[in-house]
C-alpha cells in the first residue's frame, strides 16, 4: 500500500476527489477499499509576524516526536504563487501522508478554513483544529519592517497582512478559529499556549 491516499493500492488509479467514508478509502474505478489513520491536522495560522516561524523549533522540541511540526512556507514556491488551492491541496496530501505514520502533523502556515476545508483532501482528516496568533497592528507592523530586505516586505504588503489580522480577529468565531494575542507575550509563554492547545486536541 502507498502512503498517497489518493492512488488505489489495487488498480492504482488517481483519484483527484476520494470517496471516503470514516477511516476507508474506496477507489472509484474498481471499488477496492482500504483503511488509512485519520489524524486530526493542527494548522497554527495568524499574520506574518505574529510569531508562528517562532513557534516551529520550540514546538518541534517540546512534543519531541509525539507531532510532525512543518513550516509550510517551505513549499511556497514560484511555480504554485498563482494556484493557492493547489498549494493547500499539496499541503494536504502531504499531512495526510505523514499521518499514515501515526503522528499528527502540526502545519504552520497562513492560511484560513475557507481554504482548507472545501478541498477534497479535508475528508483525510478527522478534524483540522485552527489556532491563529494576531497581534497589534503596530506591533506587527514594526516586526514586519524589521525583516530582512531579502523577504520584500514593502509597505502595500504590510497594509495587507494588517488588513488579514483585522479579519482573522473579526471571523474567529464564525470560522471556528481560536485566537492566540501575542503583542505583548513571551515566545516561551506563547509556546506554553500552543503546546498545551495542540495537547488537549491531540487523540
Known amino acids: 500500500m502507498g502512503l498517497d491516499l489518493r492512488i488505489c493500492p489495487a488498480c492504482g488509479d488517481r ?4 470517496v471516503v467514508a470514516g477511516a476507508v478509502v474506496t477507489c472509484a474505478k474498481c471499488g477496492h477499499e482500504w483503511p488509512f489513520r ?3 491536522l493542527f494548522a497554527l495560522t495568524g499574520p ?3 510569531g508562528k516561524s517562532t513557534m ?14 512543518l513550516d509550510q512556507d517551505i513549499l511556497w514556491i514560484r511555480a504554485l504563487h498563482d494556484d493557492t488551492a493547489e498549494f493547500r491541496a499539496i499541503w494536504l496530501r502531504m499531512a495526510a ?7 499528527p502533523v502540526v502545519l504552520c502556515g497562513t492560511v484560513a478554513p475557507p481554504e482548507f476545508e472545501p478541498l477534497p483532501e479535508r475528508a483525510f482528516f478527522s478534524d483540522i483544529h485552527y489556532l491563529a496568533l ?10 514586519l519592517r524589521a525583516r530582512p530586505a531579502w523577504r520584500e516586505w514593502d509597505e502595500q504588503r504590510i497594509d495587507e497582512m494588517l488588513e488579514f489580522n483585522d479579519w482573522l480577529r473579526k ?13 505583548d507575550v513571551t515566545r516561551e509563554a506563547t509556546a506554553d499556549h500552543v503546546e498545551k492547545w495542540i495537547r488537549a486536541r491531540l487523540p
Open 15 to 18: 483519484a483527484d476527489r476520494p
Open 38 to 40: 485519520k489524524l486530526p
Open 48 to 50: 506574518s509576524g505574529a
Open 56 to 69: 516551529g523549533p520550540l514546538l518541534a522540541d517540546r512534543f519531541g516526536g509525539d507531532v510532525v511540526v
Open 97 to 103: 501522508m505523514l499521518h499514515q505514520n501515526g503522528r
Open 134 to 143: 494576531v497581534g497589534s497592528p503596530s506591533s506587527l507592523r514594526a516586526r
Open 171 to 183: 471571523s474567529a468565531p464564525e470560522l471556528g478559529v481560536d485566537l492566540f494575542d501575542t503583542t
